[in-house]
């Protein structure tokens, strides 16, 4: 049986959680995986980190929520981060997922939960590989 695996890339779209689809950055270039959201205020929406176990906050100016979801966009745990601290690897983890403090909680994610990620250009597609 031949498994699909999708092949993340920089770029905008749509997160769908049990409570609110949100606005989504991903960060899949070891550039913008780096960047993340050091140097900003705020964050609308959420911020996708693939491949990624862990985060850290050092120099960042706001707390944040983070998801560790695997490679199936399933939770697998959540935690609020202030500034300054370093997240432990989680080893199942394949993604993070990053949104100011208190935003999962009101979109409804929590362990266990499965997302969904919609980028630009992928809407209205039922196979993300192209095939029919």
């Known amino acids: 049986m ?11 779209g749509t997160l769908r959680a049990p409570a609110a689809e949100v606005p989504l950055r991903v960060a899949a270039s070891y550039r913008a ?16 980190l693939t491949p990624a176990s862990s985060v850290h906050t050092v120099r960042m ?8 979801l695997d490679r199936r966009l399933r939770v697998l745990a959540v ?9 432990r690897p989680r080893l199942r983890a394949r ?7 208190g935003a999962l909680a009101a979109w409804g994610v929590r362990r266990g939960t499965r997302l969904e990620a ?13 095939a029919s």
Request: zero cysteines.
């Open 2 to 12: 031949a498994r699909w695996r999708r092949r993340w890339r920089d770029g905008d």
């Open 33 to 48: 995986r780096t960047r993340g959201l050091l140097g900003q205020d705020g964050l609308t929406g959420a911020l996708l």
């Open 61 to 68: 100016r706001f707390a944040i929520d983070v998801a560790y």
């Open 79 to 87: 935690r609020t981060m202030p500034p300054g601290r370093v997240g």
């Open 95 to 101: 993604h993070v997922l990053e949104a100011e403090a």
């Open 118 to 130: 919609v980028l630009d250009g992928e809407a209205g597609r039922d196979d993300p590989r192209g």
